[in-house]
């Protein structure tokens, strides 16, 4: 029903950027929530950012202060935007979107996962 499309993902170096988009498309009424996520090898999914759909945005220690998140309501996207990176940032990321079908029906969505590799 609903596809996310990611992208952006790749090889940096220490202290270096990145930023990741991610495209919702199928049948949605409205989105609700959006975030990011990421799993590294050997650990649990971990929220990264998260951004309400009235803009108010959260981010865990790790990351506070580096990445960004944003979104397009018209376009159905999320961005986000990681600056000044370190190796522990390695891991495949994953966007998430909750949406409406309609009034009364929601659903949740996943991307495929995009690999950012930070190396020192």
């Given at each position: 029903q609903?596809?996310?499309?990611?992208?952006?993902?790749?090889l940096v170096q220490a202290g270096g950027s990145l930023r990741l988009s991610c495209a919702a498309s199928g049948s949605i009424f409205s989105i609700n929530a959006m975030a990011w996520y990421r799993q590294a090898p050997g650990k649990q999914r971990e929220l990264v950012a998260h951004i309400t759909s009235g803009g108010s945005t959260n981010y865990p220690d790790s990351v506070k202060g580096r990445f960004g998140i944003s979104r397009?309501?018209?376009?159905?996207?999320?961005?986000?935007?990681?600056?000044?990176?370190?190796?522990e940032d390695t891991a495949v990321y994953y966007c998430n979107v909750k949406y409406y079908i309609n009034h009364y029906n929601n659903g949740d969505a996943w991307g495929q996962g995009t690999q950012v590799t930070v190396s020192s």
């Amino acid at each position: 029903q609903v596809q996310l499309v990611e992208s952006g993902g790749g090889l940096v170096q220490a202290g270096g950027s990145l930023r990741l988009s991610c495209a919702a498309s199928g049948s949605i009424f409205s989105i609700n929530a959006m975030a990011w996520y990421r799993q590294a090898p050997g650990k649990q999914r971990e929220l990264v950012a998260h951004i309400t759909s009235g803009g108010s945005t959260n981010y865990p220690d790790s990351v506070k202060g580096r990445f960004g998140i944003s979104r397009d309501n018209a376009k159905n996207t999320v961005s986000l935007q990681m600056n000044s990176l370190k190796p522990e940032d390695t891991a495949v990321y994953y966007c998430n979107v909750k949406y409406y079908i309609n009034h009364y029906n929601n659903g949740d969505a996943w991307g495929q996962g995009t690999q950012v590799t930070v190396s020192s």
